[in-house]
């Protein structure tokens, strides 16, 4: 299967896995000039490119770059973004900078990870009962903080 890139902007990177076994393509800032984030504040971010999802049961999911975060106190200020199989704009990383300091962007800087998975289809069926579990409706919380063997199923 493939992945199909345009790329909307000059200054655009091609996503690429970072190594054999990485999970997610890096994304990369396009970028005219560096883009300061200052503590507190959001800024979209362009990648300077548009996918075509191979079929309607695929999702792509853009996720921080743990080191982002880590390190830096940035992340995605929707936590994971959703890229629908019909979309086909360009794509934007909405950065929010957590930390008490500036955050300098330059062009190529790679900021987020995009991953491909597939999306089971559903029919929603309404109902009045649902099944019994063990945790049923104890909410958060419900199972407790301590190791898993701290509680049994009976």
């Known amino acids: 299967m493939e992945l199909k890139i345009k790329k909307t902007h000059p200054n655009a990177i091609v996503p ?29 971010i362009s990648t300077g490119i548009a996918i075509e999802i191979p079929n309607k049961s695929m999702v792509a999911l853009m996720f921080a770059r743990s080191s982002l975060g880590a390190k830096h106190g940035v992340s995605l200020a929707n936590s994971v973004g959703v890229i629908d199989s019909d979309y086909r704009g360009t794509i934007s990383m909405v950065l929010i900078n957590h930390s008490n300091e500036p955050f300098r962007i330059k062009n190529k800087d790679r900021l987020a990870q ?22 049923d409706t104890g909410g958060f919380g419900s199972t407790g903080v301590g190791s898993i063997e701290d509680y049994t199923k009976t």
């Open 16 to 44: 690429t896995h970072a190594t054999d076994g990485s999970a997610g393509f890096d994304l990369s800032a396009a970028l005219d000039e560096e883009v300061v984030i200052l503590p507190g504040e959001i800024k979209s």
């Open 114 to 135: 995009l991953i491909i998975t597939s999306v089971i289809p559903l029919t929603i069926v309404e109902t009045d009962t649902l099944s019994d579990t063990y945790r």
